[in-house]
């Protein structure tokens, strides 16, 4: 679902705007979509161009919709693993992780970033889905002494090669060892900050996450204007970068349906650990027996893809039905049809060939290596 600027942002009041809603329409955004209750940008112009910005210079990125769940309390740490399947005992404070969150029966509820400020007080940095509301109930029965809530904290995103060369300039020598999936509590000008090396852009890249949501606008401004002598422009996630790098997007590559087996992310759960989290019988199942399908990544034949797609892409092998595309695009620096997709495990292997029935008519298509760019993800790490 998406909005034009001419239609006067008329979902209603619902629909939350983030603290950096007016920067964004005033640096030119035209088009809005809604993710997490909330206004996100979707449209500063070309994305073919917003792509090519993003991997040769920097963008903004208002993603104050990766709205967080806080948890707190003495029994915080413990609270948090029973959420995750992802070991945690060595997540030392001031670290991130990529984590699942799970129910019972293994499937995926979100992906979030899990932030740890201190021994017991984390941040879940939420995909697309109603965890608050999740772990808030998970909370009534654990017999756990926590609290959980949504803090005034609002996340933007800085990425791309100059990056690095932007945050130097807002926050000195200070931001320079800082490590990737690690966290820095910072203040610019009296802002209040934490600042993450982070982001989904699979590009070097830093987020920014406002812990007073009166000073978006101030923040934004400082930004852009760091940035001016970098390069930047403002921005929005990257449908064509996020495929390069086989970043996962929530309700399109995966659901309460999956399992992170099926995407490969077995390295995710710990099945070793002496710790205790939702889904772990289910999981330790999946594990045992295997599982029926898995994603995989395709090259498609054809003319270039006109945007990302829409709906599910059906795949099929000698007229049999053996899977769908979850995410699809056009890479313009490796000129080719990129694609994510969920197929059966019996046609995953690297050339296995099938056709993708897409709305414009049958395409050829091959299993390939995913991440499609940097596989070794040096651009992030270095």
């Known amino acids: 679902m998406t909005l034009s600027i001419a239609n006067d942002f008329g979902f209603g009041t619902q629909i939350r705007k983030s603290p950096y809603f007016d920067a964004t329409v005033r640096w030119g955004a035209k088009d809005f979509s809604v993710y997490n209750h909330m206004y996100i940008p979707r ?9 090519w910005n993003l991997v040769t210079s920097a963008i903004l990125c208002d993603v104050a919709v990766e709205r967080q769940v806080e948890i707190t309390g003495p029994d915080a740490a413990k ?18 992780k990529y984590v699942m969150i799970t129910n019972a029966e293994g499937g995926i509820l979100n992906d979030p970033i899990l932030l740890r400020l201190a021994e017991d007080h984390f941040w879940l940095s939420l995909a697309d889905s109603d965890v608050l509301l999740w772990a808030q109930g998970v909370a009534v029965n654990s017999g756990m002494d926590v609290n959980i809530t949504e803090p005034d904290v609002s996340p933007l995103q800085l990425q791309g090669p100059n990056s690095g060369l932007i945050m130097g300039s807002l926050f000195g020598d200070q931001i320079t060892d800082l490590r990737y999936y690690w966290l820095k509590e910072m203040e610019l000008d009296g802002i209040p900050l934490i600042v993450s090396r982070t982001g989904w852009s699979s590009e070097l890249g830093y987020e920014l996450y406002l812990r007073d949501g009166t000073r978006g606008d101030e923040l934004w401004e400082k930004i852009m204007a760091a940035g001016k002598p970098h390069g930047i422009a403002p921005g929005h996630t990257s449908s064509i970068r996020r495929v390069e790098g086989g970043m996962l997007s929530y ?56 945007g990302p797609n829409t709906t599910f892409w059906p795949v099929v092998k000698d007229a049999d039905f053996i899977g769908k595309v979850t995410s699809a695009v056009y890479s313009p620096r490796l000129k080719k049809n990129i694609a994510l997709a969920m197929v059966s495990t019996e046609h995953m292997e690297i050339g296995s060939l099938s056709n993708v029935m897409t709305p414009t008519g049958s395409r050829a298509a091959v299993v390939v290596e995913k991440p499609f760019y940097d596989p070794k993800k040096k651009i992030t790490t270095n």
């Open 43 to 51: 449209d500063f112009g070309d994305p073919v161009q917003n792509f």
């Open 79 to 96: 609270f948090t693993q029973l959420l995750t399947p992802r070991d945690l005992t060595q997540c030392a404070v001031g670290q991130c």
């Open 251 to 306: 309700h399109a590559d995966m659901d309460i349906n999956t399992n992170p087996f099926e995407l490969g992310l077995g390295r995710l759960i710990n099945l070793e650990a002496r710790t205790e989290f939702i889904g772990r019988s289910a999981l330790q199942t999946i594990h045992d027996n295997g599982v029926d399908r898995t994603q995989v990544g395709l090259e498609l034949s054809g003319e270039p893809l006109v």
